[in-house]
Structure formats: C-alpha cells, structure tokens
C-alpha cells in the first residue's frame, strides 16, 4: 500500500535520533478554525535604542558599558544560566530518598552574542555575506572551548574572536574558560511569544560540564546506527533520502538541505543538514560557511513571510 494513505490516517512516525515515536494525525487539519488569528505585524524599532542594554556604547545591567562595536559582539552573560565558580554540592547517597531526589551541581560558562549593531534588524534581514561573521564568530568561540586533545583541534582554524568583543585579547580573563566542558549550545530564541527580553538581534551560548539529556540520546542513536549499518552517518543517509524524495525539502545548496522533518513536533518546524559528514562547524570550510549563511537567511525570511511577521523562533545550533 503506499504511504499516501499515510495523509489521511493517524499513525506514529519514528524518530531515529531519539529512538522514539511521535503520534501524527493529519486528518485533524480539515478541521474548522475559530481560534486567535493575528494581524499583520507593523511594529517598527528604531536602528538605536538608549535603553537596549546591547546596544553599542549602552550601559549593561551591571554596569558593564559595550563598546561602539561594528562586527558581532560577545560577551559573558550577566545573568548567566550556569557559573563556573559557585559553591559545592555533595548529595548525601544514603539518604533515605536518594534514589527518588537526586541532583548534581552544573558549572559551565554563558555568552551573550549579538548579530549586529543596528537594534531594529533580524537574521531575517541579514544578506548571507552580513550572516557570514555571525558563523565566523560561533567557530572561533567553539574553537576556544575545544579541549587540546579533541581530534577536532587538529584541524580547528586559529581563534581570533572579534576585537570589538569582550574576549578579545590575551589579558581578557574572558578568553578561556577556567575548566574543559563538555557541552556547547548555540541558540536564539526571538520574540517575546519565545520568552527573549530583548529586541535587539543576538543570541545565547551555554558550555556546560554535563551533557544534556536530548544531544546525548542523539549521540547514542547515532552511535547505535553506525555500528548498525557498516559505519554510515544517520543524518547523511537522511539527507539522501529527502533529497531523492523532494517531499519536504524548503531549500537546499551544495552543502546543507532543509527539511519539514518526517517526525516534526512542531507544524512549521524545519532542521538543517549537512549533506556530508561534518563534525562540528571547525569542520567547514569558506564555501561551507558561507552555504550555511544561506541557509539562515532563506529559512529565517521564509518564516517572516509566511506569516505576515517577525516571526517568534527557537533556532538551536547543535555542534
């Protein structure tokens, strides 16, 4: 029978990056809407704002003053989610709910990173040669966490973090971290629907000494799946498969394709791939990155006119 049927019936769909299984009902869309329907959005920034805190030349909320920067700018996160010195914790496993209560102690380190200067843009309106240093600027700060016996530092460019930022220069403390962690995090969160605090274009990174429970499941299957089928990538092979079938690809290059994922959670949730084996961003190259460029700024933009606005986003760079 073919999978067309698959259109009008519900049934679940695996996901081999979690081994797990996700309900799809596909009949419920014919349903009639009465819910919240929103206007066209005409909100418009100003290209500085005296108040915005990431601004350049703005003061911080404790009291840090930016720089007039021009390229992105990174700094260590006032209001960090993880700290790298805080006091220690020891559980006590014997305890009587041990087992039922448990916690361990995080340390790590988070940046702030803006994109651009001007307060009143969004990915979406970068051009891929003003996204380019953005991409530039998340390798040199990966680089700079990578622990020396990595293979990955081998082949990692020199880090050059831009001097506009707070972790340029060797006396900056900022420079490195004081302890090797295992775990880097890329990620936006934009508009306020998705809980940002600020306009101002930018994004998060968090390094943290434990790995956190969704890449280590992914990294498992992965792992699972190399072993299973004679040492193939389980994203490439899934990247083939899209790109032969061409049901569900939103655009691709030489480098990456973008896809409506066949176990999306979300309705308009789409994932990036590289259509060959890339461990990390220190493995692409000039013409890579800048494939990659293209990619945020098509995806971001279709997103904006698909609905009318500056579209609410969660995008997440797992490296």
């Known amino acids: 029978m073919s999978d067309a049927v698959l259109d009008d ?60 920067y021009e390229d992105p700018f990174i700094f260590v996160n006032d209001y960090s989610a993880v700290k790298e010195s805080q006091q220690a914790y020891e559980p006590d496993q014997n305890g009587p709910s041990f087992e039922l209560l448990q916690a361990e102690a995080v340390t790590g380190k988070c940046y702030v990173m803006t994109f651009s200067p001007l307060h009143n843009v969004t990915l979406a309106d970068l051009s891929p040669s003003d996204i380019l240093p953005i991409i530039k600027t998340w390798t040199s700060l990966y680089t700079a966490h990578l622990s020396p016996t990595s293979p990955l530092a081998k082949v990692a460019p020199p880090t050059t973090i831009p001097p506009g930022s707070q972790l340029a220069g060797e006396e900056s403390p900022s420079t490195k971290p004081t302890a090797q962690y295992r775990y880097m995090q890329i990620f936006e969160n934009k508009g306020a629907a998705m809980g940002c605090s600020n306009p101002h274009p930018h994004c998060q ?33 899934y990247a083939s498969t899209e790109a032969d079938k061409k049901e569900r690809v939103v655009f ?57 606005t500056s579209f609410p986003r969660l995008l997440m760079v797992e490296i």
């Open 205 to 237: 990174v968090w390094t943290t000494s434990s790995l956190p429970e969704e890449p280590s499941i992914e990294l498992a299957q992965m792992q699972k799946y190399r072993t299973n089928h004679n040492g193939a990538h389980l994203l490439n092979d």
């Open 9 to 68: 019936i519900s049934h679940r769909r695996y996901n081999p990056l979690r081994g797990s299984w996700i309900l799809v009902s596909p009949h419920r869309t014919k349903r009639p809407w009465q819910g919240q329907q929103e206007a066209a959005s005409k909100i418009e920034l100003p290209a500085y704002d005296s108040a915005c805190y990431l601004c350049p030349g703005n003061k911080r909320a404790q009291g840090e003053t930016n720089p007039q």
């Open 252 to 308: 691709e290059n030489d480098t990456f394709l973008t896809v409506c994922p066949w176990w999306a959670t979300w309705p308009f949730e789409t994932m990036v791939v590289s259509k060959k084996h890339k461990r990390a961003l220190v493995d692409l190259d000039e013409k890579e990155q800048v494939e990659l460029a293209e990619v945020i700024a098509d995806v971001t933009r279709r997103y904006d006119n698909l609905f009318e």
